[in-house]
């Protein structure tokens, strides 16, 4: 799955809107069935998906701590974690789809 991902430097975490998001407005997003290597982090007092919720600056977004091998250009990072985003009030016009910091 390709994604234009902006970097960023006073983030640090990886953003990938899921495809489930109906907030973070156009781009592309994150099909977990499509991958064979993705998996949600657990919570630490249970076998459910762990929730996440981080703020910066005027952004908020929430979604879903998650596990999966990126990609930046040639170089692959495997089991990376990121935040998969199933709301955030991402800006409308965005050149982006996803954030790495």
């Given at each position: 799955?390709l994604?234009?991902?902006?970097l960023?430097?006073?983030?640090?975490?990886?953003w990938?809107?899921?495809?489930m998001?109906?907030?973070?407005?156009?781009?592309?997003?994150?099909?977990?069935?499509?991958?064979?290597?993705?998996t949600?982090?657990?919570?630490?007092?249970?076998?459910?998906a762990k929730?996440?919720?981080?703020?910066s600056?005027?952004?908020?977004?929430?979604?879903?701590?998650a596990?999966?091998?990126?990609?930046l250009g040639?170089?692959?990072?495997?089991?990376?974690?990121f935040?998969m985003?199933?709301?955030?009030?991402?800006p409308?016009?965005?050149?982006?789809?996803?954030i790495?910091?």
């Amino acid at each position: 799955q390709l994604l234009r991902c902006l970097l960023d430097s006073s983030s640090a975490n990886v953003w990938i809107p899921a495809s489930m998001c109906q907030t973070c407005n156009q781009g592309r997003s994150f099909q977990a069935e499509e991958s064979t290597t993705f998996t949600l982090d657990e919570g630490s007092r249970s076998p459910e998906a762990k929730s996440v919720k981080v703020s910066s600056g005027e952004r908020e977004i929430v979604g879903l701590a998650a596990r999966d091998t990126l990609r930046l250009g040639s170089v692959g990072f495997e089991n990376s974690s990121f935040i998969m985003v199933d709301d955030a009030a991402l800006p409308v016009g965005r050149t982006w789809d996803s954030i790495c910091g």
